[in-house]
């Protein structure tokens, strides 16, 4: 398998290792696979008698063929083990109520979804580095809205030869995220707050990324990255939308074949873009909804074919997915536009203006792949309340955005919401739907607890008592010069 750009601006195509240690494309543009693999039915139906390890190396080796089947399955076993993942199924399929199901990504180390590629992505990574026979340190750079920073500092902490950065807005996380970030050990780590929003973050990064002139005083050290815009983030991602499948058949939930819907909270596109690749791979999948909460960016695009930043920036309950830049959009355009040139011009136009269209035909192409809708910060508190009272089931508001869009479309599928987040990273949010609030976020864990009796996730477990490693903050316009002066050090 290879790789090439969505901007088409390659003079030649990629290996797997070659575009994940490279990160973004020179110049701009995102790595893509020229072709989508396979799976057949019988294929699919084999998985039902695999672990989630076992899926993972079936899912990568089609896309990882510059890995040996030997190293994937040296990277996936460390990922996934017992010791990082504190459910067998890694990624459980719970059902909730008639037709209605979630799955849970947050079982890994840092109680949010990115542990499921954030526990790999930093072992392809290396055997990437030993690939293409890197010779100058890694300089990982990391835009957060929150959960992404904790899972990649973990993933990468005290790696030969990687040298990690992590920028996060001042107010937009969670005090759980912040501290789980800022009290992170690790020879080889920094973390700074920014005075700005997630997006100011991503750009931060973007334009250091395709800033020539300020790459050459990287001396000794290449720019990677491990957000989404990082093919090694994005596959391990598929892995998960085929063991809810099989999971479902192995339980007898659905029948081989039987097309399911995946309801997804997003911000970044990066989760939903996961479960595209999954369809084009032949899963059976019968639509995916792009759920969006206040900063509904996306639904708009998906029904009216506009995407326009140039709208108020709302903090939310949900604040992993305040985003009003989807960087993976644009990695869905290309499959679906065909024309790398075509998305170049788009995002030529969206640069300068902000703003930018596509055609008729291509917005009804895309609205037979995805659906789309979007949850309000009451919605989300009552969804919260309502599935708990009913159904005996307790989720954080990304999930709630989900379920609250999955439950007013429901069709004649089953449907399955991804949950993105233990209840305990954001406890005075889901404390809220209660109408109960305490003195501090972790005494608001201490009520959470006791209100649903669900155990507590190992990843808040006495973090306010760690000590505080990081207290950096820096201006919005100053993560070049913050970067220059670590380097001097």
């Known amino acids: 398998m290879r790789y090439v750009s969505t ?49 993972s190396i079936e899912v990568l080796k089609k896309y990882l063929s ?3 089947e030997e190293e994937i399955k040296e990277c996936v076993e460390g990922a996934y083990s017992d010791i990082n993942f504190s459910h067998k199924e890694r990624t459980p399929v719970v059902k909730v109520e008639d037709e209605v199901y979630v799955m849970e990504l947050w079982h890994g180390p840092t109680a949010a979804f990115k542990d499921m590629a954030l526990q790999l992505m930093p072992r392809l990574f290396v055997k990437a580095r030993e690939k293409t026979n890197a010779v100058d340190d ?6 957060t809205s929150g959960d992404t920073g904790k899972a990649a500092l973990e993933g990468f902490k005290n790696l030969k030869g990687i040298k990690v950065v992590v920028f996060y807005p001042e107010e937009g996380v969670s005090q759980v995220q912040k501290l789980q970030m800022i009290t992170t050990e690790g020879d080889n780590l920094t973390v700074s707050a920014l005075k700005g929003n997630f997006d100011d973050c991503q750009t931060g990064v973007k334009d250091i990324f395709s800033d020539e002139e300020f790459n050459s005083i990287l001396k000794g050290l290449e720019l990677s990255s491990a957000n989404s815009i990082n093919l090694g983030r994005l596959l391990p991602q598929v892995i998960y939308y085929f063991k809810a499948y099989a999971q479902m058949l192995r339980d007898n939930e659905i029948t081989l074949g039987e097309k399911v819907d995946f309801c997804v909270p997003t911000g970044n596109f990066g989760n939903i873009l996961a479960g595209y690749y999954a369809m084009e791979m032949g899963l059976p999948v019968g639509k995916l909804i792009c759920a969006s909460n206040k ?40 499959h679906t536009l065909g024309d790398a040139d075509k998305v170049s011009k788009i995002y030529e136009r969206f640069n300068r203006d902000g703003v930018f269209s596509i055609e008729k035909q291509e917005l009804e192409n ?16 009552d969804t919260i309340k309502n599935v708990f009272e009913n159904d005996n089931y307790i989720m954080d508001t990304h999930t709630s955005v989900a379920m609250n869009v999955a439950l007013r479309k429901k069709t004649e599928r089953k449907v399955v919401v991804l949950s993105t987040a233990s209840i305990y990273k954001f406890p005075s949010s889901v404390l809220r739907s209660f109408g109960k609030q305490g003195e501090t976020e972790f005494k608001e864990i201490e009520m959470l607890n006791e209100i649903t009796g669900v155990e507590l996730h190992s990843a808040v477990k006495g973090i306010d008592k760690l000590p505080v490693l990081h207290k950096n903050c820096i201006e919005k316009d100053g993560m070049k010069e913050f970067l220059e002066n670590l380097i001097k050090k």
Do not use: W
């Open 138 to 143: 890694t300089l990982i750079l990391v835009a």
């Open 295 to 334: 900063n509904n960016v996306l639904t708009d695009f998906l029904q009216s074919g506009t995407y326009d930043k140039k709208r108020d920036f709302h903090k939310t309950m949900s604040p992993s997915m305040d985003i009003l830049v989807s960087s993976n959009l644009e990695r869905f355009l290309y």
């Open 7 to 55: 901007r088409g601006n390659l003079e030649k195509s990629y290996s797997a290792a070659e575009a994940i240690r490279e990160g973004m494309v020179p110049g701009g543009g995102l790595f893509v696979p020229e072709s989508f693999p396979k799976f057949t039915l019988d294929e699919i139906n084999s998985l039902k008698k695999l672990n989630y390890q076992e899926v």
């Open 66 to 68: 510059d890995y040996t």
């Open 366 to 381: 895309i609205q037979n792949i995805m659906e789309s809708g979007y949850t309000d910060e009451d919605m989300c508190i």
